[in-house]
T-cell receptor, first 115, second 116 residues
Framework: GAGVSQSPSNKVTEKGKDVELRCDPI?????LYWYRQRLGQGLEFLIY????????KSGLPSDRFSAERTGESVSTLTIQRTQQEDSAVYLC?????????????FGSGTQLSVL | GENVEQHPSTLSVQEGDSAVIKCTYS??????FPWYKQELGKRPQLIID?????GEKKDQRIAVTLNKTAKHFSLHITETQPEDSAVYFC???????????????FGTGTRLTIIP
């Protein structure tokens, strides 16, 4: 079936504007993750969902960041009042859980540029 | 929480030689250690993983070793080829019925370049 889909693939916004990033996980995957990857850097955890609830949102960098998931499917990551330091690739991943292993299937990411 | 450190940050290897990337972790309860490969402009993909009940796992030219006592694990790539050039990320998490679902904590990545 289809893989993890993210939209938009690229987003250019002005400082101070709000942005919404969307993730469509693989059908049937109960776990969904958001990671941030700054240029040349590693994968920084933001939040994960089990079903529609978020047991771990410890990686959200500030209260400008929020995320929700509905129907145990689509998730949106919202960044309010964007700042230049928010510029990064935002990666979504899903996995089949419960499972003794945690193979994450990543989307191709949203490249966010804040001018 | 878990902290994963990865070394080196960059690595250049002559084609045909071996490459080794090392990671350490802080949480002794971590029991699952995957490695992801990210080619330029592409999404990370799982290439191999190991659970804490084994010390080594091989898959063709790649292998991962785990030392639970020292809390470190390594990726070994033998007979390197140009297509092995990519960024490699190690990760760690706790998995199993006692822990439920926990996030993967990633290392900072190693940019591997294979020199033809």
């Amino acid at each position: 079936g289809a893989g993890v889909s993210q939209s938009p693939s690229n987003k250019v916004t002005e400082k101070g504007k709000d942005v919404e990033l969307r993730c469509d996980p693989i059908s049937g995957h109960t776990a969904l993750y958001w990671y941030r990857q700054r240029l040349g850097q590693g994968l920084e955890f933001l939040i994960y969902f089990q079903g529609n609830s978020a047991p771990d949102k410890s990686g959200l960098p500030s209260d400008r960041f929020s995320a929700e998931r509905t129907g145990e499917s689509v998730s949106t990551l919202t960044i309010q009042r964007t700042q230049q330091e928010d510029s990064a690739v935002y990666l979504c991943a899903s996995s089949l859980d419960p499972s003794p292993v945690e193979k994450l299937f990543f989307g191709s990411g949203t490249q966010l540029s804040v001018l | 929480g878990e902290n994963v450190e990865q070394h080196p940050s960059t690595l250049s290897v002559q084609e045909g030689d071996s490459a080794v990337i090392k990671c350490t972790y802080s949480d002794s309860a971590s029991n699952y250690f995957p490695w992801y490969k990210q080619e330029l402009g592409k999404r990370p993909q799982l290439i191999i993983d190991i659970r804490s009940n084994v010390g080594e796992k091989k898959d063709q030219r790649i292998a991962v070793t785990l030392n639970k006592t020292a809390k470190h694990f390594s990726l070994h790539i033998t007979e390197t080829q140009p297509e092995d050039s990519a960024v490699y990320f190690c990760a760690a998490s706790r998995r199993g019925s006692n822990f439920g679902n926990e996030k993967l904590t990633f290392g900072t990545g190693t940019r591997l370049t294979i020199i033809p």
